[in-house]
Nanobody
């Protein structure tokens, strides 16, 4: 059974940084066609934030371009989201996702999800 476990969330002030981690079990990150990070804020729909393909090509939603970076470590079998210059509007539950259904991109769908890690940015 695929298990994705996120960590690294927390509360920061605007302008701060966080690094989210996603440890995968029963799923090989190095063989993944596409993995991603999504987020959901209260009262809003879940949205794709960033994705990374097997060839390390990345994509981001416009609101995080230049501030967030997605990466993976095949040795540690983990996915990361580096978040800089955080804004209050980045406040959300962040989810790691794998097993893309269809094309890889921030609008894509995934078969496997973690339980999420909360990020709260105060002004």
């Amino acid at each position: 059974q695929v298990l994705l476990v996120e960590s690294g969330g927390g509360s920061v002030q605007a302008g701060g940084s966080l690094r989210l981690s996603c440890a995968a079990s029963a799923y090989t990150v190095s063989k993944s066609l596409c993995m991603g990070w999504l987020r959901q804020a209260p009262g809003r729909e879940r949205e794709g934030v960033a994705t990374i393909r097997s060839d390390d090509v990345t994509s981001y939603i416009d609101s995080v371009k230049g501030r967030f970076g997605i990466s993976k470590d095949n040795v540690k079998n983990s996915l990361y989201l580096h978040m800089n210059s955080l804004k209050p509007e980045d406040t959300a539950m962040y989810y790691c996702a794998a097993g893309v259904v269809g094309s890889c991109g921030t609008g894509g769908a995934f078969a496997y999800w973690g339980q999420g890690t909360q990020v709260t940015v105060s002004s």
